[in-house]
C-alpha cells in the first residue's frame, strides 16, 4: 500500500506561481508512473503531467507545456509540480497518483493505483 499526500495548493492570482509537492509513504516502488491529475468543479478529471520514476522521463497535457515542471526525488519518495504562469483556468483541485505499470497510459487516470486527498489551487483573474 502507498500512501499520498499532497502540499502546496493556494491562491494567486493570474500570472503567478506555486509549487505543489507529493510525499509518499508505505510500500516503496521502482518502477511506474507518478502523475498529476486535476479536476475543476463541474469537469472531468483531467491528465497534467507525469514522471517515470526510473529514469525521470516528463509527460505534459499540451495546455501546460512550458509553464509547469514536474520533478521526483527518488532518495525522499516525493514529486513536485512547479506551476508558473498561472491562468484562472488551472483553478481546480490536484491530485498525486501513482500508477506501478511502467507499460500503461500514463494519461489515464484508472490507470493509477494509488491516489492522495488533492490540494486545491486557486487562481483568480
Known amino acids: 500500500q502507498v500512501q499520498l499526500a499532497e502540499s502546496g495548493g493556494g491562491l494567486v492570482q493570474a500570472g503567478g506561481s506555486l509549487r505543489l509537492s507529493c510525499a509518499a509513504s508505505?510500500?516503496?516502488?521502482?518502477?511506474?508512473?507518478m502523475g498529476w491529475f486535476r479536476q475543476a468543479p463541474g469537469k472531468e478529471r483531467e491528465f497534467v503531467a507525469a514522471?517515470?520514476?526510473?529514469?525521470?522521463?516528463?509527460f505534459y497535457t499540451d495546455s501546460v507545456k512550458g509553464r509547469f515542471t514536474i520533478s521526483r526525488d527518488n532518495a525522499k519518495n516525493t514529486l513536485d509540480l512547479q506551476m508558473n504562469s498561472l491562468k484562472p483556468e488551472d483553478t481546480a483541485l490536484y491530485y498525486c497518483?501513482?500508477?506501478?505499470?511502467?507499460?500503461?497510459?500514463?494519461?489515464?487516470?484508472?490507470?493509477?493505483?494509488?491516489w492522495g486527498q488533492g490540494t486545491q489551487v486557486t487562481v483568480s483573474s
Open positions: 514522471i517515470t520514476w526510473s529514469r525521470g522521463l516528463t
Open positions: 497518483a501513482v500508477n506501478t505499470n511502467i507499460f500503461s497510459d500514463y494519461r489515464l487516470g484508472r490507470q493509477y493505483n494509488y
Open positions: 508505505g510500500r516503496i516502488f521502482s518502477s511506474g508512473f
